[in-house]
């Protein structure tokens, strides 16, 4: 009866510690204790903005836990998402899921100014796509998580449409990592003559602003599709 006892004890603690690490939009106490912070309470929008707004439009809602883009909505509640604060030397962390042949983005080191139209003026994109449902998907350098445009994927370890998936971008002193799914899928720095070299090769070549900044927004892109965030934490590196 004992042993009996003892074992159920366990698997209740293994199975609270299991449930603990699933629960979206929440840190451990080891996270917090390394400085993560969530940027996303998955209840409310607190800490974000519509692109050049002071808030945020309809088109952004909350819904079963995750930060969502609803198109159906109209186009005046449209506008790319922005943190109301600017990050420098980071990693961040989120999970995101896209729709049958959808396309969305992530953009770091954006600055929002008048002068600039959109985020992608100036912030590089991570790529956010249904690769066989939409037509990037059949451009090299445009698929679920490129460097939009400027570095293909070592690898494409992507979940199907409908599934979940976890992306780390490292973002230090110059240094870009970006991993899909546990895996290192590109690798560059922002501060050198071929970071230069890729952009004149790039359909951002005539942007002169375009990826020069190393502290910026963080920018969830509306493209008009029904996309969906979750987990998203920052740690200052």
């Not at 973002?171 to 003559?193: C, F, P, W, Y």
Request: glycine fraction near 8%; charged fraction near 25%; charge should be neutral.
């Amino acid at each position: 009866m004992k042993k009996t006892i003892i074992l159920s004890c366990l698997l209740f603690s293994a199975s609270f510690v299991t449930e603990a690490k699933e629960t979206p939009n929440t840190l451990t106490k080891k996270e917090v204790k390394q400085g993560w912070r969530l940027l996303f309470d998955g209840k409310t929008t607190n800490g974000w903005h519509t692109w050049k707004k002071q808030e945020v439009l309809a088109n952004w809602t909350v819904a079963d836990g995750a930060l969502t883009y609803d198109p159906s909505k109209g186009k005046e509640g449209s506008g790319d998402l922005v943190t109301n604060e600017e990050f420098e030397n980071f990693e961040l962390n989120l999970e995101w899921k896209i729709s049958p042949n959808g396309n969305s983005g992530i953009y770091i080191n954006s600055i929002e100014d008048p002068k600039y139209g959109y985020g992608w003026f100036t912030g590089p994109e991570i790529q956010v796509l249904d690769n066989d449902g939409h037509p990037d998907g059949k451009i090299e350098k445009h698929r679920a998580g490129n460097l939009y445009d400027l570095i293909k994927s070592t690898e494409e370890p992507v979940k199907p449409v409908g599934q979940w998936n976890a992306v780390k971008i490292i973002s230090n002193r110059g240094a870009l990592e970006i991993h899909l799914n546990g895996v290192k899928v590109v690798e560059t720095r922002m501060d050198n003559q071929n970071w230069k070299d890729l952009i004149a090769n790039s359909k951002f070549k005539n942007m002169p602003d375009f990826g020069k900044f190393l502290k910026g927004h963080i920018v969830l892109q509306d493209h008009g599709n029904l996309v969906w965030y979750r987990n998203i934490k920052i740690k200052t590196l």
